[in-house]
C-alpha cells in the first residue's frame, strides 16, 4: 500500500491555493457543465417556462456567486487548500462500485464480502484475517436480516 | 364533549390485545428499518403489505402506522450516531446531533430526541383528534401560489443551518436547486441534463445522494482524522438528559411541536420543512447562536418534535381529504384500499371504529417507543465503542443494501459512491452540505409550484404578491433575510473601523 | 482470500441442477411502478393466489421510473424463462411508444403476453363549483372557454395525462395544461378551485365525488360502476368515443416457451377467479376481464390496438406543444 495518507493532514496542503478560491472555481465550472446541457433546451417564456428556463438561470446565479468567492479569496487569501486522502476515497468508492457491479449477477453472498474486504483497506488499521471473519459474519447477518426477517426481494445468490 | 367521546371509542378499539400488539410489532419493525441506513418504511410497507391481507382493516393500519412513525424514530438514532440521514426530515438533525455524539453526549442526544418526539406525538394526537377537520379547510387555501411562497421563505430560513460563511452556504442552496433540475421535464415531458442515463429521466434520488454526500464523505473524512473518531470512542457520558439538559429542552420541544404540526398539514408534503423551521428558530432565538452546529441540545429537541409532530399531522390531509401527501402516505392509501377503505372525507363517518381507532393507537405507538428506544440507547451509544474499521464496512454494507432495494437497481449503488466523491470535494473545498440538501429537498416542489402558479397566473409574476398568504409569507422571508444579513453587516462595519 | 470467497461462491452457484419442471423455483415479477401505486395493488392482489396455484412464491420487485418504462425495459431483456415476469400497463405497453422516443423495446413484438388482470375505469371530474352539470354542458363550456380552461393532469406519462389528452382531442377543445407531479396535489387543487378540470381513475376520484367535494360528469366504460351507480357513462352522456380504462397485465419476456405461458396464463385465470381477489377488485372499482378477455391472444391484440390508438393522438399533443 502505499504511504502518503498519514496522520496529520492539517499539514498538507496543495501548493499555496487558497481554498475559497478552489471552492468558487469548482461551482463556475458545474454551472458551466449545466448551462452546456442546456444549451439546447427552450427557455420558453414566464407564461409556459420551457425546460432550459431554471437550470441556465440557476447556473448563471451560481457562476457570478463562485466567481465573487473566488475573486475574494485571491484578494484576502485565508485557508489553504488540503490534499485530499486518496486511500480512503478509492477504497470506500471502490467498495461501493463493487458491490453495485456485483450484486445482480452473484447476488449478496458475493457482494456483501466483496465489498466489505475492499473497503476495509481504506485505513491502514487493516487487519486482514479479521476483516474477512467480520465480512463473512456481517454478510451472514445482512441475509438474515433483509432477506429473512424484513423480506426485500434482494438476490442472495445467484439469479435467486 | 364529541372529541372526548370519539377518543374514548377510539382508545376502546386501540386497546384490544389484538390491536396492542400489532401495534407494538409495527413499532419495532420501523425502529429497526429506520435505524439501518437505507431501508426506509415504504419499502418496508410495501413489503409487508400482502401480510396484512389477513388481518382487519383497523389491525392492518395500526401495523402500518407504527412502522412510518417507528421509522422516524429509528431514522434519528442513525443520523446522531453516523451523521446519516434516512430521511430528508433527519437532516437537520445531523447537524447538532451528530456534534453532541462527538462530544460524548450521545446518550443525552438519543434521549432527548426520544422525549422530545414522544410529546410532540402525544400533542399531534390530540391535534388530529381536534382540529383535523377545520384545519384541512385551512390548508386548502394552499395554492400553488402559497406554496412558492412557502418555499422561498423555507430557503431563506436555511441560511442559518451554516457553521460557517453564510455566502457559501447559499452558494449550497443554489446547487441543491440545480440539481433539481436534472430529469424529465415537468410540463413538456423532455429530457434534461440526464446526459443520456436512463435512471436519470426521473431526476435525482434523494437516498444515494444524501447518503452519499453525508454518509460516505463522512466516512472518508473521518478515516482521514483518525484523532477525531478516537475522541468519540473515548468518552461515552452519560446515557440520559440530566435535569439541565431537559430544562433546556422544554422550549424548543414545545415550539417544535407546534411548527411541526401545523406544517404537517399541508397537503403537498410541508412536513420536510418543520425540522428546518424549528431549527432556524431556535438558531434565532437563542443567546448563543454559535454554540448551534456544535453539539447544541436545542438543535435536537426542537427539529425532533417538529419532525414527529409533522409526521403525524402528515395523517390529517390523508384521513380527512383522501390526498397523500408523501410517498409513505401513498402507500396508506394502497393498503387502505386493500382493505376495501376508499381514504377521504367519508372515513371520519363511515368507518369512525378505523378512524378514531388509528388516532389512539398514535398514541399508544408513542409510548411504546419510548419503552422500546429508551432502554435500547445504551446499546445504540455502546455501537459507538466498536473499532472504526469495522464500523465502516458495516455502515457501508447496510447502506447498499439499503440503496439497492429502493428500486432493487444497481445503478443507484453507483450514483451513490459518484455523489460520495461529490460530497467530498464539497468537504474539501470548505462547503456544508445541509444547506445544499434542504435546496434539494424544496427544489423539486418549487419549481413545479412556480410553473403552476405562473401558468394559472397567465405569467404574471403579481400573483405572489396580490395573494394575501402568498404576499404575507414572502414579506416574512424578506424581514428574515434582513435580519440575517444585518449582523454580518455589522460585523463588516466593525471589522473595518478596527483597521 | 478474495479468490476463496469467489471459488465458494461458484461452488454455490452451480449446485442446484437445472432440469426440473416449471417453476422449479420463486418466480420475480418486475412492478414497473412503486410499491402501493394502483398498479403495485393489482400485481400484489393478483400475485399471492398465483403463486398458491404454481407452488412456487412471486416475489414483487418494484422497478419504478421514466413511466414505468425502466422496469419494463429490465424484464424484456430477462433470459426468457418465465423466472422473470413482469405487470405492464396502458402506459408501458401502450402509450410509452408515443412518449418515449429512445424506447428500447416494442411492446407488440418484444413479449410473450400471459393475460390481462384487471381494467380501472377512467372518470372525468371537474371542480365543484363548475358551471356545467352533465357532459353536454361540459363539453360546451369547454368549447367555449378555450385556453381559458385550466385542466390538470398527473404528470406527462402518467395515465391521466394520456387519456386527458384524447379527452380533449375527442371534444376538439385546447385548454391551458397544469402539470402535477401526482393525482394527489392535483385533486387537492381541484377542491379548492384553483384547477377546472381533470381525468383520472376511479378509484383515486370516487371518495372526493361522493364527498361532494369534485363533480363527476361521466365514466368511459361501457356499463355504470358499482362505486358510482348514478355516475353516466360516457356513451350515454354523449361521448361515445371515449372509452378508455388503465389496464393492467401480466407479460413475460419474448421466446418464453409456450407451456410456461400457459401454465402462467392458468395460473393468473385461477386467481381472478378466486373471491378474495374478485372482492379487492371490486373495491378498488376494478373490472375483471372475462371469458375470452383472459386468453393470451387477447392480450396481444389489445395491446396492438392500444399502440395504435395513442401514437397518433399523443404525437400531436406533443407536436401541438412545440
Known amino acids: 500500500m502505499t504511504d502518503h495518507d498519514t496522520t496529520a493532514p492539517q499539514a498538507r496542503t496543495v501548493g499555496r491555493v487558497p481554498e475559497d478560491f478552489a471552492a468558487g472555481l469548482f461551482l463556475v465550472l458545474i454551472g458551466a457543465f449545466f448551462i452546456w446541457q442546456a444549451w439546447k433546451l427552450p427557455l420558453g417564456s414566464l407564461r409556459a417556462m420551457g425546460p432550459g428556463m431554471l437550470p441556465t438561470s440557476i447556473a448563471v446565479i451560481m457562476i457570478a456567486g463562485g466567481a465573487l468567492l473566488a475573486a475574494a479569496a485571491i484578494v484576502k487569501g485565508g485557508n489553504l487548500l488540503t490534499r485530499p486522502h486518496v486511500r480512503g476515497l478509492f477504497f470506500v468508492l471502490g467498495g461501493i462500485v463493487l458491490f453495485g457491479l456485483t450484486i445482480r449477477s452473484f447476488g449478496l453472498i458475493v457482494a456483501g464480502p466483496l465489498s466489505m474486504i475492499f473497503a476495509s483497506f481504506a485505513t491502514d488499521e487493516v487487519r486482514p484475517t479479521e476483516a474477512v471473519i467480520f465480512a463473512a459474519a456481517m454478510t451472514a447477518f445482512c441475509i438474515f436480516l433483509f432477506k429473512f426477517a424484513l423480506g426485500l426481494p434482494i438476490p442472495v445468490v445467484a439469479f435467486m | 364533549m364529541d372529541l372526548f367521546s370519539n377518543l374514548a371509542q377510539g382508545f376502546g378499539v386501540a386497546f384490544t390485545l389484538q390491536n396492542v400488539f400489532l401495534c407494538f410489532i409495527g413499532c419495532m419493525i420501523g425502529t429497526l428499518v429506520g435505524v439501518l441506513p437505507g431501508v426506509g418504511p415504504v419499502a418496508t410497507i410495501a413489503m409487508l403489505l400482502p401480510i396484512t391481507f389477513g388481518l382487519d382493516p383497523t389491525g392492518a393500519l395500526i401495523m402500518l402506522a407504527g412502522i412510518y412513525y417507528g421509522a422516524q424514530y429509528g431514522g434519528s438514532t442513525t443520523a446522531i450516531l453516523v451523521n446519516i440521514p434516512g430521511e430528508a426530515t433527519a437532516v437537520v438533525t ?371 404578491v396580490e395573494r394575501p398568504i402568498s404576499g404575507v409569507l414572502l414579506a416574512v422571508a424578506v424581514l428574515m433575510l434582513i435580519v440575517a444579513l444585518l449582523p454580518s453587516i455589522n460585523k463588516k462595519r466593525e471589522a473595518a473601523f478596527q483597521e | 482470500m478474495k479468490k476463496f470467497v469467489l471459488a465458494a461462491a461458484m461452488a454455490v452457484l452451480s449446485g442446484p441442477a437445472f432440469a426440473q419442471a416449471y417453476p422449479a423455483r420463486p418466480i420475480t415479477m418486475i412492478v414497473p411502478f412503486a410499491a402501493g401505486g394502483p398498479t403495485d395493488i393489482v400485481a400484489r392482489v393478483v400475485a399471492e393466489p398465483m403463486s398458491k396455484t404454481l407452488g412456487q412464491t412471486i416475489v414483487i420487485e418494484n422497478v419504478a421510473g421514466a413511466g414505468g418504462t425502466t422496469g419494463i425495459t429490465r424484464a424484456a431483456g430477462a433470459p426468457a424463462d418465465g423466472y422473470m415476469i413482469m405487470m405492464g400497463h396502458m402506459g408501458t405497453h401502450g402509450a410509452a411508444p408515443a412518449l418515449y422516443p429512445n424506447l428500447k423495446y416494442d411492446p407488440t413484438k418484444d413479449f410473450a403476453p400471459v393475460g390481462l388482470a384487471a381494467g380501472t375505469p377512467i372518470v372525468i371530474v371537474g371542480q365543484k363549483n363548475h358551471p356545467a352539470n352533465n357532459l353536454k354542458e361540459f363539453i360546451d363550456w369547454a368549447k367555449k372557454q378555450g385556453d381559458k380552461s385550466n385542466h390538470a393532469h398527473a404528470g406527462v406519462g402518467s395515465v391521466s395525462h394520456s387519456t386527458g389528452i384524447l379527452l380533449n382531442s375527442l371534444m376538439g377543445t385546447k385548454p391551458t395544461f397544469i402539470p402535477y407531479t401526482g393525482t394527489g396535489p392535483a385533486l387537492n387543487d381541484m377542491m379548492s378551485g384553483q384547477v377546472d378540470y381533470m381525468t383520472d381513475q376511479i378509484v383515486n376520484v370516487v371518495s372526493q365525488v361522493q364527498a361532494g367535494t369534485i363533480k363527476a360528469f361521466a365514466i368511459a366504460t361501457p356499463a355504470r360502476s358499482p362505486a358510482l351507480p348514478n355516475l353516466p357513462t360516457t356513451k350515454e352522456a354523449g361521448l361515445p368515443e371515449y372509452e378508455v380504462s388503465a389496464w393492467n397485465a401480466i407479460f413475460a419476456p419474448k421466446g418464453t416457451p409456450a407451456d410456461v405461458v400457459a401454465k402462467l396464463n392458468d395460473a393468473l385465470v385461477k386467481s381472478l377467479d378466486d373471491a378474495g381477489v374478485k372482492k379487492r377488485m371490486d373495491d378498488l372499482g376494478a373490472v375483471m376481464p372475462q371469458g375470452a378477455e383472459r386468453s393470451s391472444a387477447a392480450l396481444q391484440k389489445l395491446v396492438e390496438s392500444e399502440v395504435a390508438r395513442w401514437t397518433p393522438v399523443l404525437k400531436a399533443a406533443a407536436a401541438a406543444a412545440k
Open chain 2, 94 to 464: 445531523t447537524l447538532d446531533g451528530h456534534q453532541m455524539a462527538k462530544q460524548g453526549r450521545a446518550g443525552v442526544a438519543l434521549g432527548i430526541a426520544a422525549l422530545g418526539s414522544f410529546f410532540a406525538g402525544c400533542v399531534a394526537t390530540i391535534f388530529i383528534a381536534a382540529l383535523g377537520q377545520p384545519l384541512t379547510r385551512l390548508a386548502q387555501l394552499f395554492g400553488p401560489a402559497e406554496y412558492f411562497s412557502l418555499m422561498v421563505m423555507g430557503l431563506v430560513f436555511s441560511t442559518v443551518l451554516a457553521r460557517g460563511s453564510i455566502f457559501k452556504a447559499l452558494l449550497m442552496v443554489f446547487l441543491g436547486l440545480l440539481l433539481d433540475t436534472v430529469g424529465t421535464d415537468l410540463e413538456t415531458g423532455q429530457e434534461r441534463m440526464t446526459l443520456g442515463i436512463q435512471q436519470l429521466s426521473d431526476g435525482v434520488d434523494f437516498a444515494p445522494l444524501a447518503m452519499g454526500i453525508f454518509g460516505f464523505a463522512e466516512i472518508i473524512r473521518n478515516l482521514e482524522n483518525p484523532e477525531a473518531r478516537d475522541v468519540v470512542r473515548g468518552k461515552i457520558g452519560r446515557l440520559l438528559p440530566s435535569l439541565s439538559d431537559i430544562r433546556q429542552s422544554v422550549k424548543p420541544v414545545l415550539r417544535g411541536t407546534f411548527i411541526g404540526g401545523l406544517l404537517g398539514i399541508l397537503p403537498g408534503n410541508g412536513a420536510v420543512l418543520g425540522p428546518f423551521a424549528s431549527y432556524t428558530i431556535e438558531k434565532k432565538l437563542a443567546k448563543d447562536p454559535s454554540r448551534f452546529g456544535k453539539g447544541a441540545i436545542e438543535g435536537v429537541a426542537g427539529p425532533e418534535s417538529a419532525n414527529n409532530a409533522g409526521a403525524q399531522t402528515a395523517f390529517i390531509p390523508l384521513l380527512t381529504l383522501g390526498i397523500p401527501p408523501n410517498a409513505v402516505m401513498a402507500l396508506m392509501v394502497g393498503a387502505m384500499t386493500i382493505h376495501g377503505i376508499i381514504p377521504g372525507p367519508q372515513v371520519m363517518t363511515k368507518n369512525p371504529d378505523l378512524f378514531w381507532g388509528m388516532i389512539a393507537s398514535m398514541w399508544i405507538g408513542n409510548a411504546m417507543l419510548v419503552i422500546i428506544n429508551l432502554p435500547l440507547v445504551g446499546m445504540w451509544v455502546k455501537l459507538l465503542k466498536v473499532p472504526y474499521r469495522l464500523m465502516f464496512p458495516a455502515i457501508l454494507i447496510f447502506c447498499c443494501i439499503g440503496i439497492y432495494s429502493i428500486n432493487n437497481s444497481a445503478e443507484d449503488v453507483y450514483f451513490t459512491a459518484f455523489f460520495a466523491l461529490v460530497g467530498y470535494v464539497l468537504i474539501k473545498l470548505g462547503y456544508e452540505p445541509a444547506p445544499m440538501l434542504l435546496g434539494f429537498v424544496l427544489g423539486k416542489l418549487m419549481e413545479e409550484k412556480l410553473r403552476q402558479a405562473l401558468i394559472l397566473s397567465r405569467g404574471n409574476f403579481m400573483t405572489f
